[in-house]
């Protein structure tokens, strides 16, 4: 645990890119085969006023300790904050539920399939875990069911769009038109370490990208066809 770490990566005035590294691969996939570590990209649309922040796409327990000590010192815990999750599973629930015990004025926004998985997962103890402990309520959730506009505290719109596949039927990207950001969870993903937000070129990551779709994304190449389609 000790080798994972969150670097914060300011892209805007009140957008932080929170990126979970590891320069380790986190479990034995077959995606994470070229050994190169992995990081994970959350957003974070910062508020000022009484408006909630925006935290589109935490990552799953593995970067929780990292995660959340970056986390208190931006948003406070008497502050509301409004989480749009891109996927869900167990992993992903166990750091929602540490954050339902810090944030009391949280609220969830998933996508119908998003919701309904959160839902039945929120009250289940993980493998492996000692006697269970009871969890904190599950926060308000908000169900996306297509699209769905999101006001963000600066007055700015982040379009949400449930994107269902096979593998990931609750997926959910968001969209910032201002700035032309595309927050796709695990599409157009890579597994690979590294601090740099910008690429060094454009092919820089193309063998990384290339195995990452090979592995995930090309047994269901008609159905990512179609989500693609939409973007």
Partial sequence: MEDRRVVQIALEEDLICLRGLSPKRLRF????????????????????????AVLVHPPGD???????EQLKDLVPFTSPLSVVLSDVNPNRVALLQRLAKSWPQLKLMASNAGAKLLKELWNQQRPGTEAPTPPPALAPLEVVK????????NGHELQLLALPTPRWPGGLAAFH?????????RFFGAHLCTESYAETNPTSSSEDRRYYYDCLMAPMANQVELVVNRL
Avoid: K
């Fill in 29 to 52: 996939g077959v995606e994470y085969g070229l050994e190169r570590g992995t990081c994970h990209n959350s957003f974070l649309y910062t508020s000022s006023g009484n408006c909630a």
């Fill in 62 to 68: 593995a970067f929780a300790e990292p995660f959340l």
């Fill in 146 to 153: 297509h699209e769905q506009l999101l006001v963000l505290p």
């Fill in 177 to 185: 038109g201002a700035s032309g950001l595309l927050m796709s969870g």
